[in-house]
Nanobody, 125 residues
Protein backbone atom coordinates (compact mmCIF):
# COMPACT_ATOMS: atom_id res chain seq x y z
CA UNK A 1 0.00 0.00 0.00
CA UNK A 2 1.40 3.36 -1.02
CA UNK A 3 0.76 5.89 1.74
CA UNK A 4 1.58 9.41 0.63
CA UNK A 5 2.31 12.28 2.98
CA UNK A 6 2.44 15.95 1.96
CA UNK A 7 4.00 18.82 3.86
CA UNK A 8 5.04 22.40 3.32
CA UNK A 9 1.76 24.22 2.94
CA UNK A 10 0.94 27.47 4.67
CA UNK A 11 -0.02 31.10 4.30
CA UNK A 12 1.95 33.16 1.81
CA UNK A 13 1.54 36.62 0.34
CA UNK A 14 0.85 37.12 -3.35
CA UNK A 15 4.10 36.92 -5.28
CA UNK A 16 5.65 34.63 -2.70
CA UNK A 17 6.90 31.08 -3.01
CA UNK A 18 6.31 27.74 -1.32
CA UNK A 19 7.79 24.31 -1.78
CA UNK A 20 5.60 21.33 -1.05
CA UNK A 21 7.02 17.90 -0.33
CA UNK A 22 5.55 14.45 -0.86
CA UNK A 23 6.98 11.32 0.69
CA UNK A 24 5.73 7.95 1.85
CA UNK A 25 5.28 6.34 5.21
CA UNK A 26 5.63 2.87 3.73
CA UNK A 27 6.68 1.78 0.25
CA UNK A 28 9.31 3.68 -1.68
CA UNK A 29 8.27 6.39 -4.11
CA UNK A 30 11.01 5.41 -6.53
CA UNK A 31 8.85 3.05 -8.59
CA UNK A 32 5.93 5.45 -8.92
CA UNK A 33 5.02 8.36 -11.12
CA UNK A 34 3.62 11.06 -8.85
CA UNK A 35 1.10 13.78 -9.56
CA UNK A 36 0.24 16.97 -7.75
CA UNK A 37 -3.48 17.71 -7.67
CA UNK A 38 -5.19 20.70 -6.10
CA UNK A 39 -8.72 21.49 -5.09
CA UNK A 40 -9.91 25.00 -4.40
CA UNK A 41 -13.08 25.67 -2.41
CA UNK A 42 -16.15 25.08 -4.54
CA UNK A 43 -14.11 23.87 -7.51
CA UNK A 44 -13.26 20.54 -9.04
CA UNK A 45 -9.90 18.92 -8.53
CA UNK A 46 -7.24 20.07 -10.95
CA UNK A 47 -4.10 18.18 -11.88
CA UNK A 48 -1.20 20.56 -11.43
CA UNK A 49 1.31 18.23 -13.03
CA UNK A 50 3.06 14.91 -12.78
CA UNK A 51 6.52 13.37 -12.95
CA UNK A 52 7.58 9.89 -14.02
CA UNK A 53 9.53 7.65 -11.70
CA UNK A 54 12.83 8.47 -13.43
CA UNK A 55 12.01 12.19 -13.93
CA UNK A 56 12.21 11.51 -17.65
CA UNK A 57 8.74 12.92 -18.29
CA UNK A 58 7.21 15.88 -16.50
CA UNK A 59 3.89 17.43 -17.47
CA UNK A 60 2.20 20.57 -16.23
CA UNK A 61 -1.21 22.16 -16.45
CA UNK A 62 -0.62 24.61 -19.26
CA UNK A 63 -1.62 27.69 -17.28
CA UNK A 64 0.90 26.89 -14.53
CA UNK A 65 3.97 26.40 -16.69
CA UNK A 66 6.76 28.75 -15.71
CA UNK A 67 5.54 29.24 -12.15
CA UNK A 68 5.33 25.66 -10.86
CA UNK A 69 8.11 23.08 -11.02
CA UNK A 70 7.93 19.40 -10.08
CA UNK A 71 11.09 17.51 -9.20
CA UNK A 72 12.09 14.42 -7.26
CA UNK A 73 14.98 12.72 -5.56
CA UNK A 74 14.37 9.00 -5.29
CA UNK A 75 17.33 8.57 -2.93
CA UNK A 76 15.51 10.91 -0.53
CA UNK A 77 12.14 9.31 -1.31
CA UNK A 78 10.69 12.76 -1.99
CA UNK A 79 8.84 14.60 -4.72
CA UNK A 80 8.61 18.39 -4.58
CA UNK A 81 6.31 21.01 -5.99
CA UNK A 82 8.03 24.39 -6.16
CA UNK A 83 5.50 27.18 -6.53
CA UNK A 84 6.66 30.69 -7.39
CA UNK A 85 4.87 33.99 -7.95
CA UNK A 86 1.86 32.66 -6.12
CA UNK A 87 -1.53 34.22 -6.75
CA UNK A 88 -4.71 34.22 -4.66
CA UNK A 89 -6.27 31.84 -7.19
CA UNK A 90 -3.61 29.27 -6.27
CA UNK A 91 -5.27 28.93 -2.87
CA UNK A 92 -6.28 25.28 -2.54
CA UNK A 93 -5.60 22.03 -0.80
CA UNK A 94 -2.69 20.38 -2.59
CA UNK A 95 -2.43 16.62 -2.78
CA UNK A 96 0.19 14.28 -4.10
CA UNK A 97 -1.29 11.25 -5.79
CA UNK A 98 -0.20 8.11 -7.60
CA UNK A 99 -1.78 5.86 -10.19
CA UNK A 100 0.55 2.97 -9.37
CA UNK A 101 2.67 2.99 -12.53
CA UNK A 102 6.10 4.39 -13.32
CA UNK A 103 5.47 6.14 -16.58
CA UNK A 104 3.65 9.22 -17.80
CA UNK A 105 4.82 9.34 -21.41
CA UNK A 106 2.17 11.64 -22.87
CA UNK A 107 0.09 13.19 -20.10
CA UNK A 108 -0.86 12.84 -16.47
CA UNK A 109 -3.24 10.00 -15.61
CA UNK A 110 -6.92 10.66 -15.08
CA UNK A 111 -7.44 8.37 -12.09
CA UNK A 112 -5.43 8.04 -8.88
CA UNK A 113 -6.01 5.23 -6.39
CA UNK A 114 -3.42 6.60 -3.96
CA UNK A 115 -3.69 9.99 -2.26
CA UNK A 116 -2.05 11.88 0.53
CA UNK A 117 -4.05 13.74 3.14
CA UNK A 118 -3.43 17.10 1.50
CA UNK A 119 -1.76 20.31 2.62
CA UNK A 120 -3.45 23.71 2.62
CA UNK A 121 -1.92 26.54 0.62
CA UNK A 122 -3.42 29.98 1.19
CA UNK A 123 -2.27 32.95 -0.83
CA UNK A 124 -3.46 36.16 0.74
CA UNK A 125 -2.23 39.56 1.81
Amino acid sequence: QLQLVESGGGLVQPGGSLRLSCTTSGATLANNAIAWVRQAPGKEREVVGCISSSSGNIHYEESLKGRFTISRDNARNTVWLQMNDLKPEDTAVYYCAAEGGKFVPFACPDEYPYWGQGTQVTVSS
